[in-house]
């Protein structure tokens, strides 16, 4: 079973249409890019599986349950969607310590104490900070900061697991670390992931699948060496080159 499907999937901002007839599917546990230049759709797809974006056309599918079709006024809240999301400004709140950063989206949920510290402890682990529960996030450097983002969007155990651009305010070193470390926490958990990125180098280290947009459309879509080796039109030999 997929784990998310666009049907037709289509999203206007007035007039302007920034996506068009989109369609894919992402199997589960796999690690799925949105790749493409500034402006493409790219994020605007994520943010319409996580809820913070409304389709105008089209059914967008997390697991068995439709969570988005406006002809049948279906439309499911972001709280209930068991997505988490990593954002390209870590998000981290400086007034709080890691625990807190982490606990929060449980607290919210009133789980009991000792489940969320249970959680919190087992989530450290994974992502390599163990013992940094008390610590504040000016202490962290840049790759710690987008580790506790990563721990706080799968703190939830959700189905799907949303990253947009979470690499690019790293430098290059520290980008091709932390990619590779993404790989390894999703490929332990076994989560699904959809990966926004407009860097190519990332998207082919990163992912099982890609798709390519370009102009609010998917342009091509393929394992990493389908699109390296075999690009199906100009548009897509120039981006990855």
Known sequence: MSAITFTKVEKYYGTNRVVNNVSFEISNGKLFSLLGPSGCGKTTCLRMIAGLERNDQGTIQIGEEIVSDPINKKFVAPEYRCAG????????????????NIAYP??????????????????????ELPGMDKRFPNTLSGGQQQRVALARGLVMKPKVLLLDEPLSNLDAKLREKMRADIRHIQTQVGITCVYVTHDQAEAFA????????????????????????????????????
């Open 85 to 100: 999301m990593v954002f390209q400004s870590y998000a981290v709140w400086p007034h709080m310590n890691i625990f807190d």
């Open 106 to 127: 449980l607290k919210i949920r009133k789980m009991p104490k000792n489940e969320i510290k249970e959680r919190v402890t087992e989530i450290l682990e994974i992502v």
């Open 206 to 241: 990163i992912s099982d699948q890609i798709a390519v947009m370009d102009k609010g459309e998917i342009v091509q879509t393929g394992t990493p060496d389908d699109i390296r080796n075999r690009p199906i039109n100009a548009f897509v030999a120039d981006f990855i080159r």
